[in-house]
């Protein structure tokens, strides 16, 4: 179970045990009901509300959870679960894809201080403040935008459009091939010359990989690399990869910036087109930013604008630009101009 999780073990029981304390209170007033009472007895009406108690009636609403419970009061004033969503959406991105219950306890203590903050600050007329004013114009406007956005988003980056655009993309990305590998590397030519005549005696290529290849991490596999393509290699490892036909082995130890290889290729094919989760999140954001340029292109071309300079005066239009040189009057002859260099002051 997650250390993250463990906190939540206490409520999950605390709600279980008050679910079951209704039915629990339910049964209890019918163990007197077993034997029958004197003749004497007070009359029927009097014995119902010991059947049922007004603690059981009330305990049966509380084991219902609420849909967006008080959890916290400041000075009285309640903060709800629903502000801690909020909250939760203004952290940053990893934060924000956890679940409520972890950050709970820190972001509620982050919005206590909130509210102590704002109750002061409304305590002492600070909503009274011009430069405050001003400040919340602003804000209120960034708000709307950023509100604004995430709607246009919604509305026009759509499952099935995405979806549209992955397989466009799809068509303009021509399959790579790749090649499925193993190396042994070791630190100078003569050793490699030496593994290679053993491999060609038919020693296990997986074996001496473990035993001798510096690269331990490859090794402890057998050497095997996986499936990469040209441009995952460094040049002179990928172009002697790539000239290897399935089950080849090189014949000449391959030096790179580690040291000497010695390669085989396992197999050959296309790699496989990236899958759409692994694209999704790029063109999400491809097609959101296209949606907002277009939407602001299309504001800008129905609204009067108006720019000024930092001292609110008006912006003077830009200079004509210079007429160009008159053509030459005659072939040959270069048109009047002044001298390339000044000519020499006078001594």
Known sequence: ?????????????????????????AQQPAAPQAAPPPAAQAPAPAQKPPAKPPAAAAAAPAAQP???PVVATVNGQPIR?????IAQQALPQQYR??????????????IVDSKLVVQ?????????DPAFKKRMAFVEDQV??????????????????LQQRYEERLKSMPAEEEVHARHILVSTEDEAKAIIAELKKGAAFDKLAKEKSTDKASGAEGGDLGWFKKSDMVKEFADAAFALNKGDLTETPVKTQFGYHVIKVEDRRK????????????????????????????LRSGAKIE??????????????????????????????AAPATPPAAPK
């Open 1 to 25: 179970m997650s250390h993250r999780l463990r906190p939540l073990r206490p409520i999950f029981l605390f709600c279980a045990a008050a679910a079951m304390a209704g039915p629990v209170a």
């Open 66 to 68: 609420l849909k967006d």
């Open 81 to 85: 679960l629903s502000e801690l969503e």
């Open 97 to 110: 894809n956890m679940p409520l219950q972890a950050v709970f306890p820190a972001l509620l203590d982050r």
């Open 120 to 128: 002061e600050g409304k305590k002492n007329k600070v909503t009274d």
């Open 144 to 161: 709307l935008q950023d509100f604004w956005i995430q709607r246009e988003v919604a509305r026009k980056v759509t499952q099935e459009k």
């Open 271 to 298: 790699a496989p087109p990236p899958a759409f989760e692994e694209l999704a999140d790029q063109l999400r954001e491809e097609m959101a930013r296209e949606a907002v340029t277009a939407q602001l292109d299309q």
């Open 307 to 336: 720019k000024f300079n930092m001292d609110g005066s008006k912006v003077e239009a830009a200079p004509a630009k210079p007429a160009a040189p008159a053509a030459p009057a005659a072939p040959g002859r270069p048109p009047a």
